[in-house]
């Protein structure tokens, strides 16, 4: 059973941070087995989560681009730091980040966010 407002402003919030194409393909791409998890995160992660105005967008990108390198998962990592541009995370904070990540999580994943972030921030014209 899931909560329509909270998945509809999940929505809208995931959309502004991923863009649009990215999420209607997620979504159009969805079937049986995975709309479930689809419809949960976006209501949960999106809605409830990215919904609570507390903080703002900025700050939980630059929130969640900690603790997605923490985690290495680097294909969020990645989506995540072009979300985190879109919501006005700068070069040198983004460099920040990556200096933190490699303090408490190690030198190679440091690296591995700074490669991807090379190539991110030349996608954007920033470097």
Known sequence: MMDDSLFEKGLAKRKATLGAEYVENSLEKADDF??????????????????????????RSMMNLSMIGAL???HEWELHLNGA???GVSKEEIRGIIHVIAIYCGVP???????????????????
């Not at 994943?109 to 954007?124: D, M």
């Open 34 to 59: 995975s709309m479930p998890f689809q419809e949960a995160m976006t209501a949960w992660c999106w809605g409830f989560g990215w919904g609570d105005e507390v903080i703002d967008v900025k700050t």
């Open 72 to 74: 290495g998962k680097m």
């Open 85 to 87: 541009i879109k919501n």
């Open 109 to 127: 994943q440091g690296v591995e966010c700074f490669r991807i972030a090379r190539k991110v921030l030349e996608e954007h014209d920033m470097l």
